[in-house]
C-alpha cells in the first residue's frame, strides 16, 4: 500500500499492511524546534531552512529527508493563521512580544524560552456584551491570501500518495473564547452570563464557517481530512460540566461540523469522502459520544496517561465509530526520559489496545517536546515498525 491507501484503509476500519504514522499532519501531531534540531544533528541532516506549522508552539514542519526517513504517511497544509504569519515580535528586554491578528498578546522569554505564552486578553476586564464583542477588531476569517500556495502543495502530497490534512483558521470556540476574554472571565461569564458567552462563540463560529467555506471551496477536492478541535479535558476530569457542554458547546460545534462536510460533500468526487479530525486533550471520554453523534470521524491525541482515557477500553467502546489518531507513546514521562526499553514496551502495549481491527493512526500524545533526546524519537519509530505490522 502506499500512505494514502494505508490511511483511508484505516479509516474504514479495515486492517492495512501497517499501523499509518503520522508526524506535523497538524500542529498538535509535530515536533518542538529543540526536539528537531537535535534529531536532525544526530541523523547528520541539515535542519535549516526551518519551516514552522505553529509558531506559537514552536512546532515545525520536518524537511522531506526526515519524512522519508521515518516513511511518514501524513502531509499537513498550513493555511495562514495569527500562528504561522505576521509574526512581529517587539523587543521588551528579558523577553520578546507580538500582539497577532486577534488582539491576543503573547510573551516569549529570551534566557531559556520554549515557546509563546500568552500574557494579555482583549477583552479582559470589559463587562461582555452584544457592543464589546461587535466593537472588537477580528481577523478577515475567509481572506484568500490565507490559502494561496495550498493547491499545488496538496496536488503534489497527493501525486505522491500522501493523505492531504487541512488545518484550520484557529483553536476552537471554548480555547479562543479564553484567549479573548481570560480564563477565569471566560469559566465565569459560562455560569453567569452564558448568553452573553454564547454571543462570543458566535462570533468565532461565524469566522470559523467564514474561513472553512472559502477554504475548501478551493481545497475541498484535494483534501483527505479537515483538522478542527477545542480542548476540554484536564489530567482528571473535565474544565467544564457535561450540561455546559450540551448546552452551550455542542449546538455549535455540531454546526461547524455540518457546515464542514456539507462543503466536502460537495467538492468530493463520487465515491470519495473527507473526514473530519477532532482534537482534544485530556479526559473527555465523557463527551466522545456526543462527538460521534456530531459527526467526528477521529479523535486525537488519545492522551493515554488522563483518567478514563485507558486505550483498551476506549477501543473496545468506541473503536467502531471512530479512528484513533494518537496515544502511541506517553509523552509526558516516558518519551522525554524513559529508556530505549521502557518507550519500546510502551508502544508495545498501546498498540495492542489500538490497532486490531484498523481505526488507528500512530502519533504521539500531543507534540513531541523540546527535552526529548533523538535517541527516545528513534526508539520510538524502530518499536512502530516492529509491532506495528498487521
Known amino acids: ?80 493563521t495569527s500562528h504561522n504569519w505576521n509574526i512581529i515580535r517587539r523587543d521588551m528586554g528579558d523577553y520578546y512580544e507580538h500582539t497577532d491578528e486577534w488582539g491576543f498578546t503573547y510573551r516569549f522569554p529570551k534566557d531559556d524560552g520554549l515557546w509563546w505564552s500568552q500574557a494579555k486578553s482583549p477583552l479582559d476586564g ?14 478577515i476569517a475567509d481572506n484568500p491570501e490565507r490559502i494561496a500556495a495550498l493547491r499545488t502543495m496538496a496536488e503534489q502530497y497527493r501525486a505522491e500518495g500522501k493523505v492531504v490534512i487541512l488545518k484550520g483558521l484557529c483553536a476552537g470556540l471554548f480555547e479562543m473564547a479564553q484567549r479573548v476574554r481570560g480564563m477565569e472571565n471566560t469559566l465565569c461569564d459560562l455560569l453567569t452570563d452564558p448568553a452573553n458567552a454564547g454571543l462570543l462563540m458566535d462570533r468565532i463560529l461565524e469566522l470559523k464557517k467564514a474561513f472553512w467555506n472559502m477554504a475548501l471551496e478551493e481545497l475541498g477536492d484535494v483534501v ?16 467544564i460540566s457535561y450540561r455546559t457542554f450540551r448546552d452551550l458547546f455542542e449546538p455549535r460545534l455540531r454546526d461547524l461540523i455540518k457546515t464542514i462536510k456539507s462543503k466536502l460533500a460537495k467538492k468530493k468526487k463520487p465515491g470519495e469522502k473527507g473526514y473530519i479530525f477532532f482534537h482534544s486533550c485530556g479526559n473527555i471520554r465523557p463527551f466522545i459520544p456526543d462527538f ?71 502519533n504521539t500524545v500531543h507534540n513531541i517536546q523540546a527535552e526529548v533526546p533523538p535517541e527516545n524519537i528513534i526508539a520510538m519509530w524502530e518499536a512502530l515498525q516492529e509491532f506495528g505490522k498487521y
Open 1 to 80: 500500500m502506499n500512505s494514502r491507501e494505508r490511511i483511508l484503509t484505516t479509516l474504514e476500519h479495515r486492517e492495512p499492511d501497517r499501523v499509518p504514522l503520522d508526524l506535523a499532519g497538524m500542529q498538535c501531531t509535530g515536533i518542538h524546534i529543540n526536539a528537531y534540531r537535535n534529531l536532525c544533528r544526530y541523523l547528520g541532516i541539515d535542519a535549516e531552512p526551518i519551516l514552522f506549522a505553529d509558531v506559537i508552539q514552536q512546532a515545525v514542519v520536518p524537511k522531506k529527508e526526515i519524512m522519508d526517513r521515518f516513511q511518514v504517511d501524513t502531509r499537513g497544509l498550513y493555511p495562514l
Open 126 to 139: 470589559l463587562t461582555i456584551n452584544a457592543d464589546a464583542i461587535n466593537n472588537h477588531k477580528w481577523p
Open 224 to 239: 483527505d481530512i479537515v483538522a478542527e478541535g477545542d480542548d476540554y479535558g484536564t489530567q482528571e476530569s473535565q474544565l
Open 292 to 362: 460521534i453523534d456530531m459527526g467526528v470521524d477521529i479523535i486525537n491525541p488519545v492522551h493515554v496517561s488522563a483518567a478514563g482515557m485507558e486505550p483498551a477500553d476506549l477501543k473496545k467502546d468506541f473503536g467502531d465509530d471512530l479512528t484513533f489518531w494518537g496515544g502511541g507513546v506517553e509523552t509526558q514521562h516516558i518519551l522525554p526520559c524513559g529508556t530505549p526499553e521502557q518507550i519500546r514496551e510502551d508502544v508495545r502495549k498501546n498498540l495492542t489496545a489500538l490497532m486490531p481491527g484498523g481505526g488507528y493512526v500512530f
